[in-house]
């Protein structure tokens, strides 16, 4: 079993930015596809970013955040990464970090783990 724990979220203004975290134990971030889903209040909980396993690193983001966000991964610390750039009131969200080890990667496909989120707030 796959354990992730995010970290990272804040209230920040437009036009700001945030870096999220997620470390992961009991399973390696390079051997599984991981991403990064929010909810806003009230809403569904949407697809943000994914990160490919092993050497592909292959990115995927939606077409909300594209160009604003950066997912990345360092084996070391067993961590993934959120950076978050030019945030906007729509970025609010809780964000959760989930893993994948089955094959296929991306915003569609289904995630057997999941962190417990982290709050992200942007204040216009």
């Known amino acids: 079993q796959v354990q992730l724990m995010e970290s990272g979220g804040g209230s920040v203004q437009a036009g700001g930015s945030l870096r999220l975290s997620c470390t992961a134990s009991?399973?390696?971030?390079?051997?599984?596809?991981m991403a990064w889903f929010r909810q806003p209040p009230g809403k569904k909980r949407e697809g943000v970013a994914a990160?490919?396993?092993?050497?592909?690193?292959?990115?995927f983001y939606s077409e909300s955040v594209k160009g604003r966000f950066t997912i990345s991964r360092d084996s070391a610390t067993n961590t993934v990464y959120l950076e978050m750039n030019s945030l906007n009131v729509d970025d609010s969200a809780m964000y959760y970090c989930?893993?994948?080890?089955?094959?296929?990667?991306?915003?569609?496909?289904?995630?057997?783990?999941w962190g417990e989120g982290t709050q992200v707030t942007v204040s216009s």
């Open positions: 989930a893993a994948r080890r089955d094959s296929g990667c991306g915003l569609m496909v289904t995630y057997s783990f």
């Open positions: 990160i490919d396993s092993g050497s592909r690193q292959w990115p």
């Open positions: 009991g399973g390696s971030v390079s051997t599984h596809c």
